[in-house]
């Protein structure tokens, strides 16, 4: 069975700096890697994901993640962030083939401080 | 507008009743989920259907139900054999992947049940 391991809890982060939200999982056999975002008490929404290709995907609002085979992660990395971006961020992975699809990480809590 | 609803935004329930949570779909996606979240554990698969009339336990099952009689809908309810039933719900769905393929799944905007 995959998991998937988001190492950090909460991430405080003031305004315009880099931030880096890391993503490990293990899995026996290929995997498609997504990123979620989650605002307050509100549904999930898709951030970006990895299905094949090139192993860096970008999403429209500047974050982007590096599918590392070898190392096992999908870390997510935006180089300025703004306030709007604090939220709940989930990294979730799939297998090809299987019926129930995801397995989420336990969640990263971004907070941008002004 | 297409896009999953889910009714209601909040719910509270006296300890001992059931409760049914809706989630309909207009996307005319063929696969549906629910998950449980609870804070700092992420998102708990709870049941899922692939298609019309047919349905599959997820990792955290006891104590829930579903039916799945219509490709748009898919109600959970939360039984009171669930433990410890309050927490954030939500539904999800997404197209029946092809051979080879996958497809992302699209989330609601959730319910939040407490029960007291």
């Known amino acids: 069975a995959q998991s998937v391991t988001q190492l950090d809890s909460q991430v405080p982060v003031f305004e315009e700096a880099p931030v880096e939200l890391r993503c490990n999982y293990s899995?026996?056999?290929?995997?498609?890697l997504f990123w979620y975002v989650q605002y307050p008490n509100q549904g999930l929404q898709l951030l970006l994901k990895y299905l094949s290709g090139s192993t860096l995907v970008e999403s429209i609002n500047g974050f982007e993640a590096e599918f590392n085979k070898s190392q096992t992660s999908f870390h997510l990395r935006k180089p300025s962030v703004h306030i709007s971006d604090t939220a709940e961020y989930f990294c979730a992975v799939g297998i090809s083939g299987s019926a129930r699809q995801l397995t989420f990480g336990s969640g990263t809590q971004l907070t941008v401080l002004p | 507008d297409g896009g999953i609803t889910q009714s209601p935004k909040y719910l509270f329930r006296k300890e001992g009743q059931n409760v049914t949570l809706s989630c309909e779909q207009n996307?005319?996606?063929?696969?549906m989920y629910w998950y449980r979240q609870d804070p700092g554990q992420g998102l708990r698969l709870i049941y899922y259907?692939?298609?019309?009339?047919?349905?599959q336990k997820g990792d955290i099952a006891e104590g829930y139900s579903v039916s799945r009689e219509k490709k748009e809908s898919f109600p959970l309810t939360v039984t009171s054999a669930q433990k410890n039933p309050t927490a954030f719900y939500l539904c999800?769905?997404?197209?029946?992947?092809?051979?080879?393929?996958?497809?992302?799944?699209?989330f609601g905007p959730g319910t939040r049940l407490t029960v007291l």
């Open positions: 996307l005319n996606h063929d696969a």
């Open positions: 259907s692939q298609i019309v009339n047919d349905f």
């Open positions: 899995s026996s056999v290929s995997v498609y």
């Open positions: 999800a769905s997404s197209p029946r992947p092809l051979a080879g393929a996958y497809n992302e799944q699209f």
